[in-house]
């Protein structure tokens, strides 16, 4: 347990981590409540988080603690009522980061084959060139989804699918990438080697990811940081920066490295304890 | 094979023949029992017509081409009021979306609308529009076109709000929204809702030739039955009911073809 070091100051962690280099994404006091005509609910209260170019950030917290409105924010769906996000030093509507966004479900449109679900998001922001198909094609076959260009979504199981959606997301080449829960629908076994995959696919890119999750040993296996957020309304609790002492880790690894154990249970304690 | 499966197939037809033999049954029985009544002077050809009439009228007015004349007017004002409502729906159905407090105003408007009785509509279009062919085919849109932007609306707001979301992320706006989505995945219910308004067109164009017209179907009825000439009115009849049953196979047949497409 000595190892792990609890940080409560973002600042500090930056210089741990980053030294002088510049957050890809920095989230400032920012809070956030929705309105309904019975009441307003504050989803999130004073978040403050940086985040460094190629880190992968894992967000847990107990359910309705708007964890996925944060990723809304992030991507500029939604604004804030108070307190800035700024991505590469501009405003999100200012920037020209591509953001890539997963949702929970595939989404994936059943009137359209694989290759053209695939090219929705070109086709939407009419990239569709040479070089663009020719990298989808290169991550079809790297993912081995080659013989399923011309299938229909319904024909893939539910692993592909997801592979399917991910290849969709990062066709776009986005600088960041946000994963709100892409594994849960998927049952247990599939779940894991999904997770696997998707976690090799994105540290062999070098992308920057947030997930939000609820499962923990996902957050712990993929994360560099894991930031636990406490109950209604969201504010960030602590912050936990995963060192495994393995190189080259994969979730895979991760999993079976014996400081896993020691994360799981803090993290756990911090997520019970002061509910 | 396995011989379970044989007799499984085996019973399968037996099962299908079966309903066909009964389907056919019916139909032979009907046509002989009304055939023959009228021969026996049970009930009264003049008023009833028989089988052997109606087919004799057909065959004389084919012969002087007057029925192709009949049939082709009521076939042209059906399928141009099928296509107006198909077009003005889905045209006002996007309008309701694009504009939600549109819609919320005009919301009580279109229910009442809907739920009007179209064929009272019908005399004041002929004051207003006059006897012509016009009429005719407003009374048809009006008949089957509330209807549909309800229907087409409904199944517009129906899109899962994720898959919304997902264009969004995407970088999308509402016209990637309408186009990309909306569009594709209510083409199921815009075909359903076309199925129906196939018949209520014809429904619309005969009502409107009962009231407005010097030709088509619906006119020959209304004339036949007012110079006692019921031979007309029921050949008139059972040809509606083919190109009502035509009609409805051909978007049977389109909506088929897009199933077979989409699960590939």
Known sequence: ?275 | MSEMQEKYIKSFKRQRYKVLFFRILIFVVFISAWEASTHYKIIDSFIFSSPSRVTMTFINMCKNGQIFYHIGITLMETLVSFSLVTLIGIGMAILLWMFHSFSKIMEPYLVMLNSLPKSALAPILIVWLGSNTRTIIVTAVSVAVFGTIISIYTSFNGVDAEKVKLILTLGGNRKDIMIKLILPSSLPMIISTMKVNIGLSLVGVVIGEFLAAKAGLGYLIIYGSQVFKLDWVIMSIVILCIIAVILYSIINQIEKVYTKKISG
């Open chain 1, 1 to 275: 347990m000595k190892s792990i070091i609890y940080i409560k100051e973002l600042k500090v962690l930056n210089i741990k981590i980053g030294g002088s280099m510049k957050p890809i994404l920095e989230i400032g006091n920012v809070s956030y409540s929705y309105h309904t005509l019975q009441g307003e609910t504050t989803a999130l209260n004073d978040i403050n988080l940086s985040v460094m170019p190629g880190q992968f950030i894992s967000i847990v917290g107990p359910s309705g603690c708007g964890k996925s409105t944060l990723l809304s924010l992030i991507s500029g769906l939604i604004k804030p009522d108070s307190g800035s996000i700024t991505i590469n030093e501009k405003k999100i509507e200012d920037s020209n980061t591509n953001i890539g966004y997963m949702l929970q479900k595939d989404n994936l449109f059943e009137w359209r084959t694989v290759y053209s679900n695939v090219l929705l998001g070109l086709e939407i922001q009419n990239k569709i060139t040479k070089s663009t198909t020719k990298t989808i094609d290169d991550m079809l076959k790297a993912y081995g989804l080659e013989s399923f260009k011309n299938a229909r979504p319904s024909q893939l199981s539910g692993g592909m699918r997801q592979r399917v959606a991910l290849i969709r997301t990062l066709a776009l080449e986005p600088d960041i990438l946000l994963l709100d829960e892409p594994f849960s629908a998927l049952d247990y076994q599939t779940r894991l080697e999904v997770c696997d995959d998707i976690g090799a696919i994105l540290r062999r890119e070098g992308k920057t990811a947030i997930l939000v999750t609820h499962d923990l040993s996902e957050a712990i296996s993929l994360g560099d940081i894991v930031v636990v957020l406490s109950k209604r309304p969201g504010k960030i609790r602590t912050i936990v920066p995963i060192d495994m002492e393995i190189e080259n880790r994969t979730p895979l690894t991760s999993r079976s490295s014996p400081k896993f154990k020691d994360y799981f249970n803090l993290i756990w304690k911090e997520l019970t304890d002061h509910v």
